[in-house]
């Protein structure tokens, strides 16, 4: 008494054919993945200098609007060059960098200066209103803020 075991005769699983079409397809689909990658990592890029940016503006411009308000205002504000408003403290930018300079002291308040402004306008109160504008710009990202602080208001 033999017992045999019965023979298939259809064998399942992939031909050499059908795995070759696969690899292919999933190479067809995959393709793209590397440029979008690197397209998108980019773009995170732009954005964290982006913010970096904001943050600097942000810092520079607290700084010289708490200097504002605690500088005494002064008369004929307006008539002067805007050097000697916050005396004793000058800025100015050289080579975009913006420098706040307090005697023999200097600060660098902010880099990748693209604009920096300071106008003075009167107001009924007798106590000037300065407006303070400031432009960065690095690596594609750009950015810009204003601020318009009453000369002396914290006294």
Do not use: C
Not at 23 to 30: F, N, R, S, T, Y
Not at 60 to 89: N, Q
């Amino acid at each position: 008494m033999s017992s045999r075991l019965p023979v298939r005769i259809h064998a399942r699983g992939l031909s050499l054919a059908e795995l070759l079409l696969g690899l292919a397809i999933g190479a067809l689909v995959l393709a793209p993945l590397p440029s979008l990658l690197q397209s998108a990592g980019a773009a995170a890029r732009v954005a964290a200098d982006q913010v970096a940016l904001e943050r600097e503006a942000d810092f520079a411009l607290e700084r010289i609007a708490a200097r504002i308000r605690d500088t005494a205002p002064a008369a004929g504000l307006t008539d002067k060059p805007s050097s000697e408003w916050l005396k004793p403290a000058v800025y100015s930018v050289a080579n975009g960098v913006l420098v706040e300079q307090q005697g023999k002291d200097s600060y660098v308040l902010a880099e990748s200066v693209s604009g920096f402004d300071m106008s003075a306008s009167s107001s009924e109160a007798g106590q000037p209103l300065i407006k303070v504008s400031l432009a960065l710009a690095r690596d594609g990202a750009s950015t810009s803020a204003v601020t318009t602080v009453r000369l002396g208001s914290a006294q």
